[in-house]
């Protein structure tokens, strides 16, 4: 079946859950119509090298270099450097490979420079024949921060080295405030003809990039419409703590309880077939829900509910309004 270009499509997004979903939608959607806005709030030091998680996540994903088992780094690579500073006694829990350091040695190196993180990441992009546009969500920095029953954590030491055990008691974004929305990002969100959420960690992927000022304004007052795909599978994310958060806030980890994170500005929502029944309690919430089968392990499936997410959002548009 042949479909309407849909224009514009901006996508804010964490690591795995979004690179996937938008591997689909870079095959259904022209490159150059295709803006992703990263969480920074993940981006942390490591031996002086500064690591931005999902901007590499989707960057390696888009580039087709991703290592499809692990979700993070690049497929092949090794780990004799990161082994190597082991031998002198330093913490290696956070792994980096050999190949990606090269990333990580640019981007740092560009910034003590004083290039700004958005120009690092478009050069980036370009020199690995990347054709969608990525934008880190701030030039500023943003840490993502973990107050836990054993104390505060930042968000690598809470994910990575404490494999998210510790009860979440609170989630703080240090600098937030301060920061203002990377060149671009703006202009993303308000041009966009289809507005999207993907399926990442509410709190960790996409509140960061809500919460730096101006962002969550422009996603209600956009004339687009905002469709979200859950990271939800019946009650528990496909990876992370998404669940585990949840329930330490308050919450239950359900499709509607996540709605109700982005009540202010969500038009839609794509869940799993398994999720089904909680398709009435959303359109009593005025939310266009749509089912299908939201595990995208394969890029057919990417494909798939890149699509999907992109009828929901034609069926939002052409809706009259009630
Ligand atoms: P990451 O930890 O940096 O990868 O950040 P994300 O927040 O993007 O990734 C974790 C989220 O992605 C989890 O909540 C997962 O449930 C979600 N996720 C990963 N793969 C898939 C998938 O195939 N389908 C769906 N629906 N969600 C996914
Ligand atoms: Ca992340």
Redesign the pocket.
């Known amino acids: 079946m042949k479909r309407a270009r849909p224009g514009k499509v901006t996508v804010l997004a ?5 690179a ?1 979903l938008l591997r689909g939608l870079a095959a259904v959607v022209p490159a150059r119509d295709l803006t992703v806005v990263v969480n920074t709030g ?1 981006d942390d030091v490591f031996h002086g090298l500064h690591v931005s ?2 901007i590499d ?1 989707i960057l390696y994903t888009l580039a087709g270099l991703s290592d499809p088992g692990r ?1 993070w780094g690049l497929r092949g690579d090794t780990f004799h450097a990161i082994d190597a500073l082991a031998r002198y006694g330093r913490e290696t829990w956070f792994r980096l490979g050999d190949r990606d350091l090269a990333t990580h040695l640019y981007r740092t190196t560009e910034r003590a420079a004083g290039r700004r993180l958005s120009t690092i990441t478009e050069a980036q992009t370009r020199a690995l024949g990347v054709g969608v546009r990525i934008l880190p969500m701030s030039d500023d920095p943003v840490r993502t921060v973990i107050e836990t029953a054993r104390g505060r954590l930042s968000f690598q030491e809470y994910l990575v080295r404490e494999r998210a055990r510790p009860s979440v008691r609170a989630i703080r974004y240090h600098g937030v405030r301060k920061a203002r929305p990377a060149p671009g990002v703006l202009p993303a969100i308000r041009n966009a003809r289809v507005l999207i959420v ?4 509410p709190f ?2 996409i509140a960061p990039i809500l919460g730096v000022p101006g962002v969550r304004d422009a996603l209600r007052r956009a004339a687009a419409p905002v469709i979200a ?5 019946g009650g528990r ?4 703590p ?1 669940d585990r958060m949840m329930r330490s806030l308050g919450m239950r980890p359900d499709p509607v309880h996540l709605a109700g994170l982005y009540s202010d500005l969500l038009d839609g929502l794509v869940l ?1 077939d398994t999720d089904a029944r909680f398709l009435p309690a959303l359109e009593a919430r005025r939310i266009r829900a749509a089912t299908t089968n ?4 394969t890029p057919a499936r990417s494909t798939a509910v890149a699509q999907e997410v992109l009828h929901l959002a034609h069926a939002v548009a052409t809706a009259p309004a009630s």
């Open positions: 964490g690591g795995v859950g979004a996937r993940d998680p999902d996540t979700g993907a399926p990442s960690n960790v992927s795909v859950s990271p939800l599978i994310p496909v990876k992370g998404a799993d939201t595990l995208m392990k």
